[in-house]
């Protein structure tokens, strides 16, 4: 792969990220407790602001959960093609989609309402599984009517180039530059919305999967990173303003124990502990249960 020479534009450029995040609170005897975040920040005049919503706490049982998901997403996104359906959604999965839907809502807002923008997702362009593919397409083209450009990070990525992950392939070249990728197909019923590329933007050497939306040409595409690469931090080779999204909407230890007594007295819920069996049966050997 021939690399791709990055050369920092300068010129003043709007940049927003946004971010979710979910933890499991507690359980109870018919369900569990789980909490929702998000956050999405800008970067204009070299400052950043942020906005931060939530935590929204949910009670899911196996009898509510398409109830409270369908209901979220028909709020979020009223277009048809928005409310498309993926059949009964798995009660360990559902924290994790809620989260996804908070996040796509947050995505077509900043596309929205920001213009001739630079846009940073956390994650790839690949629809079909938490994302119906016309709700990612929609985003995508209002963020083109606006004259922003998406750029979708992301830290980890399972593709491969002749037997080695994408993130791997060096070149004899300094960075910032871009490696584009050929012949990478997705099983169904993933899509791909947008072209990967490997990104390494500063002179640590850490590589991203980047995906950019197909829809815009090349020299849009590189003038977007290089905008990218001249107006904001790039610490390990990651933008400062996607950085602040995750670090804004994680939750603290703190944070999980204050949830956790504001249900019990609002709600009079009694969150149970559940012994780890993997911890009882193995000791120190046992990996704990896992919700993911």
Known sequence: MQPILLRPIHEETTMAACDTSTIKIGETSTGMLIAVR???VWKK?????????????FHITEENKNEVYYALQGAYFVSECGRSRFGSVNLLQNPTRLATLLERWLQATLSTTMSDGLVLFDGSLTAGADTPVDQL??????????????LA????????????L????????????????SGLRLKPPMVLLGDIYVARLSHENYAFRLDIDKENTHERRIEAL??????????????????????????TANEVIAMQHFVAR???????????????????????????
């Open 137 to 150: 397409k929609a985003i995508l083209s209002s963020a083109r009517k606006s004259k922003n450009i998406v």
């Open 226 to 251: 290089e905008k990218l690469v001249g107006n904001d931090v790039l610490s390990q080779g990651y933008p400062e303003t996607l950085r602040l999204a995750h670090i804004l909407c994680t939750f």
């Open 38 to 40: 998000g956050a999405s």
């Open 166 to 181: 994408i993130t791997d392939v060096t070149v004899q070249q300094r960075a910032p530059y871009l490696l584009e990728t």
């Open 266 to 292: 609002k709600c009079g819920l009694r969150i149970i502990t559940r012994p780890d069996m993997h911890r009882l049966l193995f000791g120190p050997f046992g990996r704990g249960e896992s919700y993911s």
């Open 153 to 164: 990070f992301s830290k980890m990525t399972n593709l491969r180039i002749n037997g080695c």
């Open 45 to 57: 005049h070299k400052k950043y602001t942020y906005n931060r919503l939530g935590p929204f706490i």
